[in-house]
């Protein structure tokens, strides 16, 4: 695959070829936050094959960092995590950035190193990954210049209609 494609055609053959190979992820049952689900799902919202969901008070609260790098201040981290989880999105994890004289640096965050059960009822995988998000976000880092960037899916991102 180049990128970016420089062609309609192009373009439309990547986004099979990546709609392929995250339909083969599922199929192994490859954990949705592991890397290549996760890369494969940017390819596809980039292609404009696959529309991410944002709740209205995350995207109210959302800023962009030096160099158009999407972020949310810190400050908000617990509140974002609630708002997703309260519109049924699992939180996969998060980077922590800080924006300092233009440029931005990559902060070091909690880890508690969890994983989910990809066997268990939608609904128990957003509560608990708003569980641990939480416990996470208690040691978060804050401040002015802190921004926070976390990874989330839908219900949808298991089952793909495309």
Not at 78 to 105: C, E, K, M, P, S
Not at 115 to 133: C, F, G, Y
């Amino acid at each position: 695959m180049r990128w970016p494609p420089t062609s309609d055609y192009e373009r439309l053959a990547d986004c099979r070829a990546s709609a392929r190979a995250y339909r083969a992820c599922l199929e192994r049952q490859t954990p949705p936050d592991w890397t290549e689900p996760s890369g494969i799902r940017w390819a596809l919202t980039e292609f404009g094959a696959r529309t991410p969901v944002v709740p209205p008070l995350t995207a109210h609260l959302r800023t962009t960092a030096a160099d158009d790098t999407p972020g949310w201040p810190s400050i908000h981290f617990t509140r974002i995590i609630n708002d997703l989880a309260d519109h049924a999105q699992v939180i996969l994890y998060y980077q922590f950035w800080q924006v300092r004289a233009g440029h931005t640096y990559r902060v070091a965050g909690p880890r508690l190193d969890w994983e989910l059960d990809w066997t268990a009822p939608w609904e128990h995988l957003v509560e608990e990954a708003r569980t641990r998000s939480l416990l996470e976000a208690d040691e978060a880092p804050v401040g002015d210049d802190i921004f926070v960037a976390p990874t989330w899916i839908d219900r949808t991102d298991l089952h793909p209609e495309w």
